[in-house]
């Protein structure tokens, strides 16, 4: 397993932007598929999106969709989420996952590969 290490996360205001970055360290991302997602304090873990590194193809959370966009890199080390006209209610620990097991890619059993997360603060 490669280590995933996100970076990025700080205290904006509603309406900021922000990048973070999911690294693999060490290597080239295999995982097919890379996900993020979120977890307030007292929340379950929410799905944010995700990117098939296959195909191309991105999928979002609706909560997010239209704000957030998630790339990769042409070396497939880093995974990026960038997250424009933030709100409040983003705020979270955003953690990066890969190695896609199933059953859906909405759940976080379905990822087997996490990184230790970067605190994201949307507050005025």
């Known amino acids: 397993q490669v280590q995933l290490v996100e970076s990025g996360g700080g205290l904006v205001q509603p309406g900021d932007s922000l990048r973070l970055s999911c690294v693999a360290s060490g290597r080239t991302l295999s995982s097919v598929a890379v996900a993020w997602f979120r977890q307030a304090p007292g929340n379950e873990r929410e799905f944010v999106g995700h990117?098939?590194?296959?195909?191309?193809?991105?999928s979002y959370a609706e909560s997010v969709k239209g704000r957030f966009t998630i790339s990769i890199d042409n070396a497939k080390k880093t995974v990026n989420l960038q997250m424009n006209s933030l709100k409040p209610e983003d705020t979270a620990v955003y953690y990066c996952?890969?190695?896609?097991?199933?059953?859906?890619?909405?759940?976080?059993?379905?990822?087997?590969?996490w990184g230790q997360g970067t605190q994201v603060t949307v507050s005025s």
């Open positions: 996952a890969a190695d896609f097991i199933g059953p859906t890619r909405t759940s976080p059993t379905a990822w087997r590969r």
């Open positions: 990117i098939n590194r296959i195909v191309d193809t991105t």
